[in-house]
């Protein structure tokens, strides 16, 4: 199992970034999906969700703003933010959802900062 | 929101010392509770899954419990490799939430 993340950098308040999240090694559209970030030296921060069929979830902070979608036949998950803020600022990981309850494979990250 | 409540936010130990992380929630989550394990500059690694349930490949020194809505990881020798930050996260309902995380020291 991999998942490699892709598409942060650094973007102006109000602008927008699509994130990207390669997966391989395992059968892409039989599992749901997270999106998590971690800002810089603070804890983990559970973004959306989306299932296998699509269903999707989001954190209060970011519902209307962030669209979290799925490609399933380029084995790729998407989170596309639009109106950043400042404390959008952060690593943002996907994960793959293990039996509902729990996150089994993590990427390696990509960064996303929000400033002037 | 369901809040996730972790306790100690530090905590130092010596190794092979036996050392319990707790996580209470703020409303019933049945077993819907993973653990996870952070090292610097790394990815959070899962450590526990349906609040007892080892994952694969973790060692058996960590372990994990419930009571009500009162959730534990325990390690019980800690070793050199096992520093790091700890998290919970309930995946019972949306939005999910984890815990602020315990930062585990060497004494």
């Known amino acids: 199992v991999q998942l490699v993340e892709s598409g942060g950098g650094l973007v102006q308040p109000g602008k927008s970034l699509k994130l990207s999240c390669s997966a391989s090694g395992f059968t892409f559209s039989s599992y749901g999906m997270h999106w998590i970030r971690q800002a810089p030296g603070k804890g983990l921060d559970w973004v959306a969700y989306i299932s296998s069929s699509s269903g999707t979830v989001y954190a209060d902070a970011v519902k209307g703003r962030f669209t979290i979608s799925r490609d399933n036949a380029k084995n790729t998950l998407y989170l596309q933010l639009n109106s950043l803020k400042s404390e959008d600022t952060a690593i943002y990981y996907c994960?793959?959802?293990?039996?509902?309850?729990?996150?089994?494979?993590w990427g390696q990250g990509v960064m996303v900062t929000v400033s002037s | 929101d369901i809040q996730m409540t972790q306790s100690p936010a530090s905590l130092s130990a010596s190794l092979e010392e036996i050392v319990t992380i707790t996580c209470q929630a703020s409303?019933?989550?049945?077993?819907?509770l993973s653990w996870y394990q952070q090292k610097p500059g790394k990815s959070p690694q899962l450590l526990i899954y349906?609040?007892?349930s080892l994952a694969d490949g973790v060692p058996s020194r960590f372990s994990g419990s419930r009571s009500g809505t009162q959730y534990s990881l325990k390690i019980s020798r800690l070793q050199v490799e096992d520093i790091g930050i700890y998290y919970c996260l309930q995946a019972y309902s949306a939005p999910n939430t984890f815990g602020a995380g315990t930062k585990l020291e060497l004494k």
């Open positions: 349906g609040a007892t």
């Open positions: 409303q019933d989550i049945g077993n819907w």
């Open positions: 994960a793959r959802s293990f039996r509902r309850v729990s996150l089994d494979y």
